[in-house]
């Protein structure tokens, strides 16, 4: 049985598999981490008229799976330990991939419970992908996130347009809308099964993961990854619904969000380009968030019939955030070890303030009655993240204690 540390990244992950194999498998596996939250919202309306939700437990829904990803994202380490990093993987996406389903069966009993474990195997693919790309592709990190974002978004992307004419198609049934999401997990945990007989445990020590807690770039970091994701979230989970509110059909509003997604794989295929020299990353800031506010704005401002090309500029500017984001974590980190305890903090600190996002917009549109204000949470939100990114940006790396236990 191959076993590993994160002292010999290099060497070892071309003896174990086929670097095609592992591509494709880290490709699946990121299409595979929006899906079960983007195909929520364009029909979330109608969830709550055949479920009968009430108004509370519909922000619950929307938010309920990033509470999973900042809970359940601190355990991710402990289980890589354990287990090694390709087990904790596949097993997520198996858990992925029942969360979808148990949902499905019972969408009254179970839509929340399949909500949480489906979010919550998520979180542990969500950590630990970052890490092991730069563990096993170490020279080939930038292009291979690329690759995950890419994916991720994309299947956001196919999610978010496919489910309104899938509702239709099936005739208003849920079980069916929401259970076919299932089978993209069950593809990806089936191209992944050969990775499951190597097991990957990164040296992690106590000393060196506390050390984070104490180092101020590790706190910039973080608080860029929360952020970015407080301010993703808030818009998929509560913009179909503002469009819909505008006039739109629910169908444009599922097209919309697709653009959204669209935008998000441009801007994360193309940011990792620019941004292999360190030195160029505060360069990189100021226009991904100009594109972001200004993409914002719009959609709240612009009249309609403008909703496609500005979703396609907030997602581009969206996904280029969430590329720095995840870059960020490997350029701050000197080993691969120190970024799996950064990926840890970032995401699982990062993640627990990201779901006050969508709480809070649909709090302030429930008290105010208006989306504007709502989505003027968004954009303060965006200005903090300006704020952070540029301190994140700089050409630094994290300082690891000497002596860090195995």
Not at 228 to 237: K, L, R
Not at 290 to 306: Q, R, S, W
Not at 364 to 377: C, D, K, L, P
Request: hydrophobic share 55%; with cysteine; charged share 10%.
């Amino acid at each position: 049985m191959p076993e590993s540390t994160a002292d010999g990244p290099a060497k070892l992950s071309t003896r174990r598999s086929a670097p095609l194999l592992f591509w494709v498998g880290v490709g699946l596996l990121a299409l595979n981490l929006r899906i079960g939250v983007a195909s929520i919202p364009p029909i979330l309306p109608e969830l709550k008229s055949r479920l009968g939700l009430t108004t509370t437990s519909e922000s619950i829904l929307v938010a309920l799976p990033v509470v999973c990803f900042g809970v359940v994202s601190s355990i991710a380490a402990v289980a890589t330990r354990r287990f090694g990093e390709e087990r904790v993987l596949g097993t997520a996406m198996a858990g992925v991939a029942i969360g979808l389903s148990i949902r499905a069966l019972w969408p009254t009993g179970l839509l929340f419970l399949g909500t949480v474990v489906m979010a919550g195997s998520i979180a542990l693919a969500n950590v630990l992908l970052a890490s092991l790309i730069k563990r096993r592709e170490p020279h080939r990190a930038g292009l291979l996130i690329g690759v995950y974002l890419v994916a991720l978004s994309g299947g956001a992307s196919v999610a978010s347009a496919v489910t309104v004419p899938l509702f239709n198609a099936a005739h208003g049934s849920v079980h069916t809308t929401l259970g076919i999401w299932a089978l993209p997990a069950v593809l990806a945990l089936v191209v992944w099964a050969p990775q499951l007989r190597h097991r990957t445990i990164p040296s992690i020590g106590r000393r060196q993961r506390l050390g984070l807690v104490h180092q101020p770039l590790a706190w910039q970091v973080t608080s860029f990854m929360g952020l970015q994701s407080c301010c993703y979230y808030s818009v998929v989970s509560w913009l179909p619904t503002m469009i819909r509110h505008r006039g739109s059909s629910a169908t444009a509003a599922g097209i919309d969000v697709a653009m959204l997604s669209i935008g998000s794989v441009i801007g994360s295929f193309t940011t990792p380009t620019f941004a292999v020299d360190l030195r160029h990353h505060q360069k990189l800031v100021a226009p991904i968030m100009v594109v972001c506010i200004l993409g914002i704005g719009g959609l709240l401002f612009a009249p309609l019939g403008f909703e496609i090309p500005l979703a396609l500029l907030l997602g581009t500017g969206q996904g280029a955030a969430l590329a720095l984001a995840l870059l960020f974590v490997i350029a701050r980190s000197p080993n691969p070890a120190a970024a799996a305890s950064l990926s840890a903090m970032s995401q699982g600190i990062g993640y627990s303030f990201a779901a006050t996002g969508p709480l809070a917009v649909g709090l302030v549109h429930v008290v105010s009655r208006s989306w504007t204000w709502a989505f003027g949470v968004v954009l303060f939100l965006s200005v903090a993240e300006w704020i952070s990114a540029w301190f994140a940006a700089r050409p630094i790396t994290l300082e690891i204690l000497e002596h860090a236990g195995a």
